[in-house]
């Protein structure tokens, strides 16, 4: 997905950045090697989240039809469907089309495919990674 950088920081030593994108503002610990100078660049980015989604926990079926990112106090908030999800429990939430993330669901709950998810992250648990 494309993203803006409109500003990084550290959170207990690691870099975090705001970033805008067609979904939304958000925020995300940057993966990978990381130059300051990616302030105020545009460029494409993968998302994982380090935190297992938990229906009624940190994720709810949303009534919003329209996948969203949205900055929040405390961090990120993810709107996305369900596209599938393996025997495993791994999940995949689609937010765009060239926005797929994988999400690890706690204790292998079942989603209904199809429906709409949101997510309340921390800051520190979803992570970007710059693709180049």
Known sequence: MKVAITSIFEIDGAPVATFDS???SGVAVLGGSYDPG???Q???VEFDIDAPASINGNAAYSDNSVPTICSTPEGVELVGAVESQDEDGM???RLSEECLIMVDVLNKERLDIGRMLR???KMTEMRMTPIW
Request: glycine residues 14%; aromatic residues 14%; hydrophobic residues 60%.
């Open 42 to 44: 545009q460029m494409s």
């Open 91 to 93: 999940a995949y939430l």
């Open 119 to 121: 997510m309340n992250l």
């Open 22 to 24: 067609a979904l939304g």
């Open 38 to 40: 990616f302030v105020g």
